[in-house]
């Protein structure tokens, strides 16, 4: 049964930084390509970024490309998504899944409990 643990999430204000981790157990993890995933509230959960099973190759939505970054340990069996220039639109709880592939992003698991990210104005 795979498990995701996301971590990293907080209270900030506008334009600074957090750094997300999710640790997947219960599968290969270097077997599977890594997303994020958002939800705020009154919200549909929406794609943010995307990296490929080696790291080789990643995806993002628009709203955050320049600003966030994803990248993977897959010694570690953890991805990562760095988190500059926040803004108050990126309050939402974070979620990490595996996905089909970078370009579709459909999730592949179960969701995790992700972690609140909350940026203040």
């Known amino acids: 049964q795979v498990q995701l643990v996301e971590s990293g999430g907080g209270l900030v204000q506008t334009g600074g930084s957090l750094r997300l981790s999710c640790t997947v157990s219960?599968?290969?993890?270097?077997?599977?390509?890594m997303g994020w995933f958002r939800q705020a509230p009154g919200k549909e959960r929406e794609f943010v970024a995307a990296?490929?099973?080696?790291?080789?190759?990643?995806s993002y939505a628009d709203s955050v490309k320049g600003r966030f970054t994803i990248s993977r340990n897959n010694a570690k069996n953890t991805v990562y998504l760095q988190m500059n220039s926040l803004k108050p639109e990126d309050t939402a709880v974070y979620y990490c899944?595996?996905?089909?592939?970078?370009?579709?992003?459909?999730?592949?698991?179960?969701w995790g409990q992700g972690t609140q990210v909350t940026v203040s104005s």
């Open positions: 899944n595996a996905v089909d592939n970078i370009a579709t992003t459909r999730p592949l698991w179960s």
């Open positions: 219960g599968r290969t993890f270097r077997n599977y390509h």
């Open positions: 990296i490929s099973w080696s790291g080789d190759s990643t």
